[in-house]
């Protein structure tokens, strides 16, 4: 599949760096602490999800169901949001996250990078990449390539 622009014209969804920067300081600020319905109605009702290794799942409802399952993982969610890049309707930005792991216990941390596609000011398509370790355990090269 060919990627292609969900822009109808060149200037439909056209952001400007600080409008880009800003709407990533806006969604950083959701999680804390988690604005489960805000999150939602940040993506557009049909967007497209490919989250790291989950299957790819598509909606604002599954999105919603996605962060409650999250919130309800993630205790104390610490997160920082850098803004990265704006090409025309997609942003882009990386994030470190820090929190207690509900089920476990363990401190853990978190790294990665998102790319947004955007469409009348909400997500429509959001791939994420990312790593995450218990943040009492370094990690050398060798271990993350096992």
């Given at each position: 599949?060919?990627?292609?622009?969900?822009?109808?014209?060149?200037?439909?969804?056209?952001?400007?760096?600080?409008e880009?920067?800003?709407?990533?300081?806006?969604?950083?600020?959701?999680?804390?602490?988690?604005?489960?319905?805000?999150?939602?109605?940040?993506?557009?009702?049909?967007?497209?999800?490919?989250?790291?290794?989950?299957?790819?799942?598509?909606?604002?409802?599954?999105?919603?169901?996605?962060?409650?399952?999250?919130?309800?993982r993630?205790?104390?969610?610490?997160?920082?949001?850098?803004?990265?890049?704006?090409?025309?309707?997609?942003?882009?930005?990386?994030?470190?996250?820090?929190?207690?792991?509900?089920?476990?216990?363990?401190?853990?941390?978190?790294?990665?990078?998102?790319?947004?596609?955007?469409?009348?000011?909400?997500?429509?398509?959001?791939?994420?990449?990312?790593?995450?370790?218990?943040?009492?355990?370094?990690?050398?090269?060798?271990?993350?390539?096992?």
């Open positions: 599949m060919a990627p292609q622009s969900l822009r109808k014209d060149d200037h439909a969804n056209r952001l400007t760096i600080d880009a920067r800003a709407f990533v300081r806006h969604v950083e600020s959701l999680f804390m602490p988690w604005n489960l319905d805000a999150l939602a109605d940040g993506f557009t009702e049909d967007c497209i999800v490919r989250f790291g290794n989950l299957p790819e799942f598509r909606g604002r409802a599954a999105v919603r169901t996605f962060f409650a399952a999250r919130s309800a993630q205790r104390n969610y610490h997160l920082v949001k850098e803004f990265r890049s704006l090409m025309g309707d997609t942003i882009t930005n990386v994030w470190n996250g820090t929190w207690d792991d509900a089920e476990s216990g363990f401190a853990m941390k978190g790294f990665g990078v998102e790319l947004w596609v955007m469409k009348d000011g909400r997500i429509a398509v959001w791939e994420a990449a990312f790593n995450v370790v218990r943040a009492d355990q370094p990690i050398s090269v060798a271990d993350a390539l096992r």
